[in-house]
């Protein structure tokens, strides 16, 4: 066991010999692993930061129904809870709409210009079905009703919100395969020019009784350092990406009167992005070295 470790402690020094050695090339290497990386990983943050901004909406399928001011409340109740396609129905009043209003803070001042109340009385209904036809059809319905103003389906555009979530993060799927396949043939051709190098060397090993896995080991290190180097530059890739952006959004958050900012990748994406970069370096070292021993 002893043995064992000894061996791959040298062989985890002479790997970061060699990439100390040749700083020049391993920092090219590790800056094209890290730009790669880091595209997928700020695609993926973006759209978390996105979905974040939309669980502050409701995705139900909700309409909101807005009465005239000459409207029977109590008959347009009646006949909205009588319809079997309503699950919920809640009544808003003009007061309790201003008093919502006040509340924020960007419309504060604005609230409190106002003369008179310009609200109308407004019911707030959840339907059973949230398919895009039965939400047309049944605010259709409601629209016909005399003392309806207005009929407004409130998620409908909370649910395109989502639906260009789900796509974006197919997209982003797509690109992470075809720049991991990228940066695995970026560490094949390195860990082959380093074999390409050392030729004598290893038939010499070979002639003294190396075995293939001694031989290895030492590449399989530098591929996995070489990956893990990528990645950590991907991440302070994406950091510092996500600092400039917050630049312009606080501001624009803030004349919207919210905090919101863009948020980094928690810690276990993070390292989960370390694992993967590293993984990848370490796999394109097993190709490469294994094509070679062949």
């Known amino acids: 066991m002893m043995a064992w470790l000894r061996q791959h402690r040298e062989a ?16 090219l290497n590790a800056l094209v692993i890290g730009v790669a990386l880091s595209l997928p990983a700020g695609g993926y943050a973006l759209l978390a930061n996105l979905q974040q901004v939309a669980q502050h909406f409701t995705l139900e399928p909700q309409l909101s129904v807005f009465l005239k001011p000459e409207a029977s409340r109590a008959e347009l109740e009646r006949r909205l809870r009588a319809d079997a396609r309503i699950e919920q129905l809640r009544f808003v009043s003009r007061e309790d709409a201003l008093k919502e209003l006040r509340q924020t803070e960007s419309l504060a001042e604005v609230v409190a210009a106002l003369e008179r109340n310009p609200l109308p009385d407004a019911f707030v209904l959840r339907a059973r079905e949230g398919g895009p036809a039965a939400l047309e059809a049944l605010a259709a319905d409601v629209r016909a009703m005399a003392g309806i103003a207005q009929v407004q389906v409130d998620s409908a555009w909370a649910q395109r919100l989502g639906a260009l979530a789900r796509i974006g993060r197919l997209a982003l799927a797509a690109l992470a395969v075809l720049l991991a396949t990228g940066l695995g043939a970026v560490t094949f051709n390195t860990i082959r020019l380093q074999i390409l190098t050392q030729r004598d060397e290893i038939e010499v090993s070979r002639l003294l009784g190396a075995t293939d896995a001694f031989i290895r080991r030492p590449f399989f290190y530098l591929g996995l350092l070489q990956g893990l180097a990528g990645g950590a530059l991907g991440l302070a890739i994406l950091w510092a990406g996500l600092a400039t952006l917050n630049q312009d ?9 919210s905090s919101f900012q863009l948020a980094f990748l928690p810690g276990a994406q993070a390292i989960a992005v370390l694992a993967l970069s590293a993984f990848l370096g370490w796999a394109g070292a097993l190709l490469s070295v294994s094509k070679y021993l062949r």
Do not use: I
């Open 12 to 27: 985890f020094a002479r790997a970061l010999g060699k990439l100390l050695a040749q700083r020049s090339a391993s920092l």
């Open 249 to 257: 959004v606080r501001e624009l958050a803030q004349s919207y009167g």
